[in-house]
């Protein structure tokens, strides 16, 4: 077998592998508490960054409501 119909088995194994994992790999970066952990800090991040709120507890508030509309999916 050739190098090139060989690299082209692996391709085609590896995409069926991802095909076959990916929504199991999303439900489990979904429910990771790192991940969580992880968004908290991004989102946080973000709404310091871009949404002018001086109020701790209302930006806070405003980072969790955000962090609830995202959901990680596969596509």
Known sequence: MNDKLKDLMVTKSLRLLCEGFKNELA????TNERMTDLLQELVSEFVDANIPIVD???RIELAMMMMETLNITAR
């Open 27 to 30: 439900d489990h970066v979904y």
């Open 56 to 58: 701790e507890d209302i």
